[in-house]
């Protein structure tokens, strides 16, 4: 039996929405979740977990409020929990996250880009 | 302040033999390593965890009891707990790995391949 990868580029072809990420796979608790990334979200944290960025296509940045990081395709930085941040592209990105299962998209700051069961791709 | 991101070509320079994981960030209790794989491992499997490959550069196949995944660069599997594998790359591949800290390499199975402390890179 040949089983089926997960192919990046033909689940991001799914995607449509910038910052409305979409669940790909589970990792025991953990979701693994592909997201576009346009322009800026929203400052936020997540107090009870850290959340890994794998940046997949394009670049973007992560402002913190002592700094920021900048991630190209190929690079991944780790935010770490109760680390306030605003993830921002430009030009636009594709980005694999891993994060807990239930862990939302806006953190403890909610509001209308909050979605709240991320749909599975 | 500039922060640093993870650059996996950076990373992946700097691991030299194949089947040995290296560290390169916590995710709350989970580890992201590195690994580039070359020519068959050993049938193992991980009761208590799935395992997340990730293909970086190259290609490589997952082994199954049933069956295999083929796998090329920018496609991911996760390796359901319990389930016996063996990884392999004909021609070589860089992966990034996502598994609780602590997964052992070879699993249940041991063995001289077995890399009980990862390094940190």
Chains 1, 2 share one sequence.
């Not at 025991?28 to 400052?43: I, S």
């Not at 190209?72 to 993830?87: I, S």
């Not at 939302?104 to 599975?120: K, Q």
């Amino acid at each position: 039996m040949q089983y089926t990868p997960l192919r990046f580029r033909e689940k991001l072809a799914m995607i449509r929405e910038p910052w409305s990420p979409k669940i790909i796979a589970n990792l025991n608790d953990y979701h693994c979740k592909l997201a576009k990334l346009k322009g800026e979200f929203v400052w936020h944290k997540h107090d009870e977990t850290d959340e890994a960025f794998i940046v997949l296509e394009g670049s973007m940045k992560i402002d913190f409020r002592d700094g920021s990081v900048a991630l190209m395709a190929g690079e991944m930085y780790v935010v770490p929990r109760g680390v306030l941040h605003k993830p921002c592209s430009e030009s636009g990105c594709s980005v694999l996250l891993i994060e807990p299962a239930g862990t939302l998209n806006t953190g403890d700051a909610g509001g209308e880009r909050l979605v709240e069961n991320p749909e599975w791709i």
